[in-house]
């Protein structure tokens, strides 16, 4: 599914990259964890192509993406990848179900079948009655739940989730781990995870441990 070999990154003068190399198959639940500064989030974003290696390989769904334009990488990312952040970034001025619907508009599918998907997963989270409630009106675990369908409405092939559970009570954490399982169970959806949370960690199939810019373990 996902395959990276010699990443390397740096910003100014620090390294925060330094030859990293990761491998997730197709349905796995993959957690990365190592302390603040170890270069977790920035692999994140750089194996979602939110971001550029300084030097290294990329393949993901049996591409190079390393080698695709700009152009080519945006269309890929909206039609492969998923994204789930700490802070759900929901546009406030578009209801739930609308903002489910975006990453689909934007693929230019039709309109009446990315909202009748879109409706769909807002059901199967138990957002069902909360389809036309705009952001505000929405509880933080409810919006978190709102982002995660997001992230599925193109039906990507792996979703990255940077500390979803970060701006979440406990309650609500556990609630959003139980959810990234049975998504899992039921759609054999792939998901590669930073997190802090070690319960979540722990939960995962495997366990990727960062440090100094560098994978130290797997467990």
């Not at 070999?5 to 491998?23: E, S, T, W």
């Not at 546009?91 to 689909?104: H, K, M, R, S, Y």
């Not at 939960?203 to 560098?214: E, N």
């Amino acid at each position: 599914m996902l395959q990276a070999r010699n990443i390397h990154k740096k910003y100014g003068a620090v390294q925060v990259l330094k030859g990293v190399d990761i491998d997730i198959k197709p349905g796995e639940i993959v957690s990365i964890v190592g302390s603040s500064g170890a270069g977790k989030s920035t692999l994140l974003h750089i194996l979602g192509t939110l971001d550029k290696p300084d030097e290294g390989e990329i393949t993901l769904n049996n591409t190079m993406i390393t080698n695709l334009s700009d152009r080519q990488i945006a269309a890929f990312r909206n039609r492969y990848i998923g994204f789930v952040f700490q802070f759900h970034h929901l546009l406030p001025e578009f209801t739930a179900l609308e903002n489910v619907c975006i990453p689909g508009w934007i693929a230019d599918r039709p309109k009446k079948e990315v909202e009748e998907r879109a409706e769909k997963l807002l059901k199967h989270l138990g957002l069902g009655h909360r389809i036309d409630n705009k952001p505000q009106a929405l509880s933080g675990g409810e919006q978190q739940r709102v982002a995660v369908a997001r992230a599925l409405i193109n039906d990507p092939r792996i979703v990255f989730a940077d500390e979803p559970t970060g701006n979440l009570d406990s309650a609500n954490a556990r609630d959003l781990h139980d959810l990234f399982f049975s998504l899992r169970s039921e759609f054999n959806q792939t998901f590669l995870i930073v997190t802090h949370n070690e319960e979540l960690a722990q939960m995962s199939d495997r366990v990727l441990h960062m440090k100094d810019g560098k994978m130290i373990a797997g467990i």
